[in-house]
């Protein structure tokens, strides 16, 4: 099956600052590649989701990038805030079917006020 | 949120006992999927549902079993649980195939003993 690696595993950033975590995925034919949020002590939340024929993805503060050719996408967040806080999963899948769906190891941002 | 509810929330019961966890849903959605989480393996598929007595195996399906009687209710059970079964159990549900976003439910954490 898909092995999606996720890095770092814990980030930590100054309110206000921009953080980017990364992840690379090892099955080419994947084109699904979605963000979850999991506050502590919460479920875990899609906050944004991209698919193979788009290359860049923005909702206000979160982007999403993804270079099909070296099997990596990234999650950017501008002007951080300390909401921000929580872990945030990475996912691939093969088509948009959560069977199909493997999620990264999560990193733990914190942002510092 | 989505209509979801796992139970028990929290359960710590003791070496080869028999436990079942409870996924009711009231969005009427066909997709149902039990994940646990454990530290430094993000979140990983399973068993899944994609109708009532349709079921199949995940990633991690081994020592677990599951079944669907009813569109809402997904249930998990470990036939004799195992200290290496101690995790934090999510349900969660999705309208098709092809939708992409998972909606999960509160977890249930489960301790071994």
């Known amino acids: 099956g898909e092995n999606v690696e996720q890095h770092p595993s814990t980030l930590s950033v100054q309110e206000g600052d921009s953080a980017v975590i990364k992840c690379t995925y090892s099955?080419?034919?994947?084109?699904?590649f979605p963000w979850y949020k999991q506050e502590l002590g919460k479920r875990p939340q899609l906050i944004i989701d991209?698919?193979?024929?788009?290359g860049e993805k923005k909702d206000q503060r979160i982007a999403v990038t993804l270079n099909k050719t070296a099997k990596h996408f990234s999650l950017h967040i501008t002007e951080t805030q300390p909401e921000d806080s929580a872990v945030y999963f990475c996912a691939a899948s093969i088509g948009a079917g959560a069977n199909n769906l493997f999620f990264g190891t999560g990193t733990r941002l914190t942002v510092i006020p | 949120d989505a209509g979801i509810t796992q139970s028990p929330r929290h359960k710590v019961t003791e070496t080869g006992t028999p436990v079942t966890l409870r996924c009711h849903q009231t969005e009427n959605h066909r997709y149902m999927y039990w994940y646990r989480q454990d530290p430094g393996h993000g979140l990983r598929l399973i068993h899944y549902s994609y109708g009532v007595k349709d079921t199949d195996k995940g990633e991690v399906s081994d020592g677990y079993s599951v079944s669907r009687s009813k569109t809402e209710d997904f249930l998990l059970t470990l036939e004799s649980a195992t200290s290496s079964q101690t995790s934090v159990y999510f349900c969660a549900i999705s309208d098709g195939p092809n939708t992409g976003e998972l909606f999960f439910g509160e977890g249930s954490r489960l301790t071994v003993l």
């Open positions: 991209i698919r193979s024929n788009v």
């Open positions: 099955d080419s034919a994947s084109n699904y």
